[in-house]
Antibody
Protein backbone atom coordinates (compact mmCIF):
# COMPACT_ATOMS: atom_id res chain seq x y z
CA UNK A 1 0.00 0.00 0.00
CA UNK A 2 1.29 3.42 -0.97
CA UNK A 3 1.68 5.59 2.10
CA UNK A 4 3.08 8.99 3.07
CA UNK A 5 3.44 9.78 6.76
CA UNK A 6 4.42 13.28 7.85
CA UNK A 7 5.96 14.09 11.21
CA UNK A 8 7.86 16.85 12.95
CA UNK A 9 5.14 19.44 13.36
CA UNK A 10 4.51 21.30 16.57
CA UNK A 11 4.50 24.66 18.31
CA UNK A 12 7.44 26.96 17.62
CA UNK A 13 8.12 30.61 18.44
CA UNK A 14 8.40 33.23 15.70
CA UNK A 15 11.91 33.21 14.30
CA UNK A 16 12.40 29.59 15.23
CA UNK A 17 13.13 26.51 13.14
CA UNK A 18 11.50 23.16 12.54
CA UNK A 19 12.24 20.19 10.30
CA UNK A 20 9.38 18.20 8.86
CA UNK A 21 9.77 14.63 7.61
CA UNK A 22 7.66 12.56 5.26
CA UNK A 23 8.25 8.81 5.32
CA UNK A 24 7.25 7.08 2.09
CA UNK A 25 6.41 3.43 1.58
CA UNK A 26 4.75 1.18 -0.97
CA UNK A 27 6.39 2.70 -4.03
CA UNK A 28 9.84 3.36 -5.50
CA UNK A 29 10.47 6.65 -3.71
CA UNK A 30 13.68 7.41 -5.60
CA UNK A 31 11.82 7.50 -8.93
CA UNK A 32 9.40 10.31 -8.17
CA UNK A 33 9.44 14.03 -7.61
CA UNK A 34 7.93 15.04 -4.28
CA UNK A 35 6.24 18.17 -3.01
CA UNK A 36 5.05 19.96 0.12
CA UNK A 37 1.69 21.72 0.18
CA UNK A 38 0.31 23.63 3.16
CA UNK A 39 -3.09 24.79 4.34
CA UNK A 40 -3.53 27.52 6.94
CA UNK A 41 -6.47 27.04 9.33
CA UNK A 42 -9.71 27.65 7.46
CA UNK A 43 -7.84 28.66 4.31
CA UNK A 44 -7.02 27.18 0.92
CA UNK A 45 -4.16 25.09 -0.37
CA UNK A 46 -0.76 26.63 -1.04
CA UNK A 47 2.06 24.88 -2.88
CA UNK A 48 5.28 25.27 -0.88
CA UNK A 49 8.15 23.30 -2.43
CA UNK A 50 9.01 20.53 -4.88
CA UNK A 51 12.09 18.40 -5.47
CA UNK A 52 12.99 16.16 -8.37
CA UNK A 53 13.58 12.42 -8.05
CA UNK A 54 17.31 12.70 -7.34
CA UNK A 55 17.22 15.78 -5.15
CA UNK A 56 19.30 17.72 -7.62
CA UNK A 57 16.62 20.27 -8.47
CA UNK A 58 14.39 22.10 -6.04
CA UNK A 59 11.67 24.73 -6.29
CA UNK A 60 10.16 26.94 -3.62
CA UNK A 61 7.24 29.32 -3.51
CA UNK A 62 8.17 32.98 -3.24
CA UNK A 63 6.55 33.10 0.21
CA UNK A 64 9.12 30.67 1.64
CA UNK A 65 12.13 31.21 -0.62
CA UNK A 66 15.29 31.76 1.40
CA UNK A 67 13.68 30.41 4.59
CA UNK A 68 12.56 26.87 3.71
CA UNK A 69 14.64 24.11 2.12
CA UNK A 70 13.26 20.91 0.67
CA UNK A 71 15.51 17.84 0.54
CA UNK A 72 15.30 14.07 0.38
CA UNK A 73 17.19 10.97 1.42
CA UNK A 74 16.43 8.24 -1.09
CA UNK A 75 18.28 5.67 1.01
CA UNK A 76 15.76 6.32 3.80
CA UNK A 77 12.71 6.89 1.57
CA UNK A 78 12.21 10.18 3.35
CA UNK A 79 11.37 13.72 2.27
CA UNK A 80 12.26 16.72 4.43
CA UNK A 81 11.31 20.35 4.80
CA UNK A 82 13.70 22.50 6.83
CA UNK A 83 11.85 25.60 7.95
CA UNK A 84 13.83 28.54 9.34
CA UNK A 85 12.86 32.07 10.38
CA UNK A 86 9.31 30.94 10.94
CA UNK A 87 6.50 33.49 10.96
CA UNK A 88 2.95 33.43 12.24
CA UNK A 89 1.72 33.18 8.67
CA UNK A 90 3.54 29.86 8.29
CA UNK A 91 1.01 28.30 10.68
CA UNK A 92 -0.64 25.53 8.68
CA UNK A 93 -1.08 21.85 8.10
CA UNK A 94 1.81 20.68 5.95
CA UNK A 95 1.16 17.83 3.53
CA UNK A 96 3.65 15.91 1.46
CA UNK A 97 2.46 14.65 -1.90
CA UNK A 98 3.55 13.20 -5.22
CA UNK A 99 2.32 12.34 -8.67
CA UNK A 100 2.64 8.79 -9.94
CA UNK A 101 1.74 9.65 -13.49
CA UNK A 102 -1.28 11.90 -13.83
CA UNK A 103 0.68 15.09 -13.34
CA UNK A 104 -1.58 15.91 -10.39
CA UNK A 105 -0.72 15.42 -6.75
CA UNK A 106 -2.16 11.90 -6.66
CA UNK A 107 -1.10 10.76 -3.23
CA UNK A 108 -1.18 12.83 -0.04
CA UNK A 109 -0.12 12.19 3.50
CA UNK A 110 -2.37 12.95 6.46
CA UNK A 111 -0.50 16.17 7.19
CA UNK A 112 1.38 17.55 10.18
CA UNK A 113 0.38 20.76 11.98
CA UNK A 114 2.84 23.58 12.45
CA UNK A 115 1.91 26.42 14.79
CA UNK A 116 4.08 29.51 14.97
CA UNK A 117 3.18 31.51 18.06
CA UNK A 118 4.74 33.09 21.10
CA UNK B 1 3.69 34.07 -10.20
CA UNK B 2 0.05 34.29 -11.18
CA UNK B 3 -3.32 33.58 -9.64
CA UNK B 4 -6.18 31.20 -10.28
CA UNK B 5 -9.61 32.63 -9.52
CA UNK B 6 -12.53 30.53 -8.30
CA UNK B 7 -15.94 31.55 -6.94
CA UNK B 8 -15.96 31.25 -3.14
CA UNK B 9 -19.14 29.23 -3.09
CA UNK B 10 -21.59 27.31 -5.26
CA UNK B 11 -24.90 25.91 -4.07
CA UNK B 12 -27.06 23.33 -5.81
CA UNK B 13 -29.92 21.01 -4.95
CA UNK B 14 -29.43 17.25 -5.04
CA UNK B 15 -29.69 15.88 -8.57
CA UNK B 16 -28.84 19.21 -10.15
CA UNK B 17 -25.65 20.14 -12.01
CA UNK B 18 -22.87 22.05 -10.29
CA UNK B 19 -20.33 23.99 -12.29
CA UNK B 20 -17.20 25.39 -10.65
CA UNK B 21 -15.02 27.68 -12.69
CA UNK B 22 -11.34 28.50 -12.52
CA UNK B 23 -9.73 31.32 -14.45
CA UNK B 24 -6.12 32.34 -14.97
CA UNK B 25 -3.92 33.49 -17.83
CA UNK B 26 -1.70 30.42 -17.81
CA UNK B 27 -4.62 28.02 -18.23
CA UNK B 28 -4.42 28.57 -21.97
CA UNK B 29 -1.00 26.91 -21.92
CA UNK B 30 -1.07 24.61 -18.88
CA UNK B 31 -3.26 21.74 -17.76
CA UNK B 32 -5.82 22.22 -15.00
CA UNK B 33 -6.19 19.79 -12.12
CA UNK B 34 -9.14 19.61 -9.71
CA UNK B 35 -9.17 18.42 -6.10
CA UNK B 36 -11.96 17.64 -3.68
CA UNK B 37 -11.35 18.16 0.03
CA UNK B 38 -13.77 17.16 2.75
CA UNK B 39 -13.41 18.43 6.34
CA UNK B 40 -10.51 16.90 8.19
CA UNK B 41 -9.23 15.06 5.13
CA UNK B 42 -6.38 15.52 2.70
CA UNK B 43 -7.30 16.66 -0.81
CA UNK B 44 -8.11 14.08 -3.47
CA UNK B 45 -7.70 14.59 -7.22
CA UNK B 46 -10.97 14.28 -9.15
CA UNK B 47 -9.84 15.57 -12.56
CA UNK B 48 -6.35 15.74 -14.08
CA UNK B 49 -5.00 17.20 -17.32
CA UNK B 50 -8.17 19.22 -17.89
CA UNK B 51 -10.54 16.36 -18.66
CA UNK B 52 -9.17 13.06 -17.34
CA UNK B 53 -10.87 11.28 -14.46
CA UNK B 54 -8.85 9.02 -12.14
CA UNK B 55 -10.08 5.51 -11.58
CA UNK B 56 -12.56 5.37 -8.76
CA UNK B 57 -13.93 8.87 -9.36
CA UNK B 58 -17.62 8.74 -10.32
CA UNK B 59 -18.55 9.51 -13.92
CA UNK B 60 -20.67 12.44 -12.78
CA UNK B 61 -17.41 14.40 -12.38
CA UNK B 62 -16.07 15.93 -15.59
CA UNK B 63 -13.72 18.70 -16.57
CA UNK B 64 -13.37 21.07 -19.48
CA UNK B 65 -11.06 23.88 -20.48
CA UNK B 66 -11.21 26.72 -22.95
CA UNK B 67 -8.83 29.62 -23.28
CA UNK B 68 -8.01 31.01 -19.86
CA UNK B 69 -10.83 29.20 -18.04
CA UNK B 70 -11.50 25.69 -16.82
CA UNK B 71 -14.67 24.18 -15.42
CA UNK B 72 -15.39 21.29 -13.11
CA UNK B 73 -18.88 19.93 -13.71
CA UNK B 74 -20.69 17.59 -11.36
CA UNK B 75 -23.83 16.11 -12.90
CA UNK B 76 -26.51 14.77 -10.63
CA UNK B 77 -24.94 16.18 -7.48
CA UNK B 78 -25.21 13.99 -4.40
CA UNK B 79 -25.04 14.95 -0.76
CA UNK B 80 -21.63 13.27 -0.51
CA UNK B 81 -20.23 15.73 -3.06
CA UNK B 82 -20.46 18.58 -0.56
CA UNK B 83 -16.86 19.65 -0.10
CA UNK B 84 -14.28 22.26 -0.98
CA UNK B 85 -12.94 22.11 -4.53
CA UNK B 86 -9.61 23.51 -5.68
CA UNK B 87 -8.19 23.99 -9.15
CA UNK B 88 -4.45 23.79 -9.72
CA UNK B 89 -2.11 24.53 -12.56
CA UNK B 90 1.58 24.86 -13.23
CA UNK B 91 3.13 28.31 -12.92
CA UNK B 92 6.47 27.77 -14.57
CA UNK B 93 8.71 24.76 -14.64
CA UNK B 94 7.82 22.65 -11.65
CA UNK B 95 6.15 25.38 -9.62
CA UNK B 96 2.45 25.23 -8.93
CA UNK B 97 -0.46 27.44 -8.01
CA UNK B 98 -3.83 26.59 -6.49
CA UNK B 99 -7.07 28.48 -6.81
CA UNK B 100 -8.61 29.93 -3.69
CA UNK B 101 -11.14 27.11 -3.44
CA UNK B 102 -14.88 26.81 -3.88
CA UNK B 103 -17.21 25.53 -1.20
CA UNK B 104 -19.88 23.37 -2.77
CA UNK B 105 -23.06 23.26 -0.71
CA UNK B 106 -25.72 20.68 -1.48
CA UNK B 107 -28.99 22.21 -0.39
Amino acid sequence: EVQLVESGGGLVQPGGSLRLSCAASGFTFSSYAMSWVRQAPGKGLEWVSSINYSGGTTYHADSVKGRFTISRDNSKNTLYLQMNSLRAEDTAIYYCSYSYGSGAFDIWGQGTMVTVSS
Amino acid sequence: SYELTQPPSVSVSPGQTARITCSGDALSKQYTYWYQQKPGQAPMVVIYKDIERPSGIPERFSGSSSGTSATLTINGVQAEDEADYYCQSADSGATWVFGGGTKLTVL
